[in-house]
């Protein structure tokens, strides 16, 4: 070890026990949630509980979501937040949600024990470097102390008793070195063991998750089946329906009246041509044809193609998705490139699309007024669903004045090694 590296350990050992110093007043503050929250409970047979246990529950859900992100830097693992969410917003279903969480009551059981680990992991390394140090100020203080009193010290001047100290100190600051790092990750591993949510907690959000996935899975297919059932209602079966009645009238006047037969004819050919393109726009719908036959890199840069604004795309993949995910992929970026004509004012747009650690992630931005949200019937709530199904996520960047990212992934393996790259504006 250099002496660059031993400096430079020793004073990442000694931030660790500022930053333990400081944390140790923090630990304590939690303590005062304990009685706050276990009050709450009984008042609210009186209606002021609700607001009073919503309150002091968020308070007591921010303290240890302190902790937990600290923890999760610390460990360098990802502590994911267990709590239970309302099924709706209404405070009296919030009140039993909270009430009935485990979580709830793991965090109150964190506290006490949360102040008892935060001081002594903050103490302990401080009294360690202290008696260290301390150890080397002692002879200083003996040849001190012996000049001002010249010869009266009679019981601490031996060698033995001079020498030892700092030999003590030596010992001291070996221990505050090897201690002060494992101080630190002992309190974040009491902290993960405590917040983190425990297997059954996460099995049954699981469960719940995909009991949700699969209710809006079948909600969206059954109206993707309505929308089919009234397009075919009312655009090819209507045309349909008028071609078989002109082709009949056009049966009875061929021999009256050839001309007015004609014109029905005419008429005849070119309904069963506006039906032929209502039935292909609906198939397409179903599942583009070009999504099959070129891919997704095809079927984007057609997308964009077709697209009002000037749509960049920039696609690099090793193969191609599973068909599955590759149409739910290909409908996302439709629907959003939708939104971004329709409602951002923006005057252009970007497609990214890249496929890392066995998952799919997609891209797209706007340079628009931004104000995004995933609202409940809205376009971004639909992709959201349609990813949920493939146990993808959507996310929204999107600020007031802009502008607008929207990153979805999808996990996913691609069926082939060939390569595909791309970029263009269109």
């Not at 010290?153 to 033995?160: A, S």
């Not at 056009?250 to 009256?256: M, V, Y």
């Not at 997609?362 to 669903?385: F, P, Q, T």
């Amino acid at each position: 070890m250099t002496d660059q590296d031993l400096v430079r350990g020793a004073r990442e050992r000694l931030t660790e026990v500022g930053l333990g110093v400081a944390r140790t007043p923090l630990s304590l503050l939690g303590l005062p949630l304990i009685p706050l929250q276990l009050y709450a409970y009984p008042l609210i047979l009186v209606t002021i509980g609700v607001p009073l246990l919503l309150l002091f529950t968020a308070l007591g859900r921010r303290y240890t979501g302190y902790f937990r992100r600290w923890a999760a830097g610390v460990l360098e693992v990802e502590i994911p937040s267990p709590y239970r969410l309302p099924a709706n917003r209404g405070p009296m279903t919030r009140v039993r949600t909270v009430a009935t969480d485990p979580a709830t009551w793991r965090d109150l059981a964190f506290l006490p024990v949360n102040a008892i680990t935060g001081v002594v992991c903050g103490v302990v390394p401080l009294a360690l470097w202290f008696n260290g140090v301390f150890g080397f100020v002692v002879p200083l203080l003996w040849l001190n102390n012996a000049e001002k009193v010249e010869y009266n010290l009679v019981d601490i001047d031996t060698p033995g008793n001079f020498a030892l100290a700092p030999l003590m100190g030596v010992a001291y600051l070996l221990v505050a070195w090897w201690a002060t790092p494992r101080m630190t990750r002992l309190h974040a591993r009491v902290v993960k063991w405590l917040l983190a949510p425990s297997a059954t907690a996460a099995l049954t959000d699981r469960v719940r998750v995909l009991a949700d996935s699969r209710a809006d899975t079948v909600d969206a297919q059954a109206a993707e089946l309505r929308r089919i059932e009234r397009d075919l209602h009312d655009g090819a079966q209507a045309r349909l329906v008028a071609l078989g009645m002109n082709l009949g009238m056009a049966e009875e006047l061929l021999a009256q009246d050839p001309q007015a037969a004609q014109e029905l004819l005419a008429e005849a050919r070119q309904s069963s041509t506006q039906a032929l393109a209502e039935l292909r726009n609906l198939v397409r719908g179903i599942h583009p044809p070009v999504l099959a036959d070129r891919g997704l890199d095809g079927a984007l840069r057609a997308l964009a193609l077709a697209h009002p604004l000037p749509v960049e795309v920039d696609l690099e993949l090793a193969g191609r998705p599973q068909a599955p995910v590759e149409s739910a992929a290909y409908f996302a970026v439709a629907e959003t490139l939708t939104n971004v004509a329709k409602h951002s004012g923006a005057t252009g747009a970007w497609v990214r699309v890249r496929h890392e650690n066995d998952r799919l992630s997609l891209m797209i931005g706007d340079d628009g007024h931004g104000g995004a949200v995933a609202s409940e019937g809205g376009g971004l709530r639909g992709i959201e669903r349609r990813l949920a199904a493939f146990d993808g996520t959507l996310v929204i960047a999107s600020p007031v004045g802009g502008p607008t990212i929207v990153t979805m992934e999808l996990p996913c393996e691609l069926s082939s090694v060939k390569t595909s790259s791309s970029s263009g504006t269109a």
